[in-house]
């Protein structure tokens, strides 16, 4: 259908796994905050190096079978991402090696916490204002307008 490729090509999906990563980070990160006081509590939290790698190669792939950037991406489990039917995936998280290791046995630091959280959040408006962009254009194409 028209509509399947248009809503596959160019940066949408890309944009659209961008944005569940950020979305579920959010909620990790928030979280780690709500048991920053919890003893034995160890924080958790997915790498968005790792994140940026894996959407890299899953991009690349499609290049590589369509010679462009059409289709749907072709997401792969790995260690931190765990693809669902439907397209969809769920971040896997990891024990984070940050913060001081406290006497209750909870690894705090509430600086890298606030600072993990604002640029998660910094990545999501982003990733946000780039599809509402996208979007509108589709949508002035799908009116007639100019």
């Given at each position: 259908?028209?509509?399947?490729?248009?809503?596959?090509?160019?940066?949408?999906?890309?944009?659209?796994?961008?944005?569940?990563?950020?979305?579920?980070?959010?909620?990790?990160?928030?979280?780690?905050?709500?048991?920053?006081?919890?003893?034995?509590?160890?924080?958790?939290?997915?790498?968005?190096?790792?994140?940026?790698?894996?959407?890299?190669?899953?991009?690349?792939?499609?290049?590589?079978?369509?010679?462009?950037?059409?289709?749907?991406?072709?997401?792969?489990?790995?260690r931190q991402f765990r693809v669902q039917r439907g397209g969809g995936f769920e971040i896997e998280p990891l024990k984070s090696?940050?913060?001081?290791?406290?006497?209750?046995?909870?690894?705090?630091?509430?600086?890298?916490?606030?600072?993990?959280?604002?640029?998660?959040?910094?990545?999501?408006?982003?990733?946000?204002?780039?599809?509402?962009?996208?979007?509108?254009?589709?949508?002035v194409a799908i009116s007639q307008r100019v």
């Amino acid at each position: 259908m028209i509509l399947d490729d248009v809503l596959s090509s160019g940066a949408l999906p890309a944009l659209e796994a961008t944005i569940r990563f950020a979305g579920q980070r959010n909620r990790l990160i928030g979280h780690n905050i709500a048991n920053i006081t919890t003893p034995n509590f160890q924080q958790k939290d997915v790498s968005p190096r790792d994140f940026q790698d894996w959407l890299a190669r899953a991009v690349d792939d499609r290049r590589a079978k369509t010679g462009g950037g059409h289709g749907e991406l072709e997401l792969d489990s790995d260690r931190q991402f765990r693809v669902q039917r439907g397209g969809g995936f769920e971040i896997e998280p990891l024990k984070s090696n940050g913060g001081v290791l406290a006497h209750d046995r909870n690894n705090r630091d509430l600086e890298l916490l606030m600072q993990d959280l604002a640029e998660n959040l910094a990545a999501y408006q982003v990733a946000t204002d780039l599809m509402r962009s996208q979007m509108g254009t589709i949508g002035v194409a799908i009116s007639q307008r100019v």
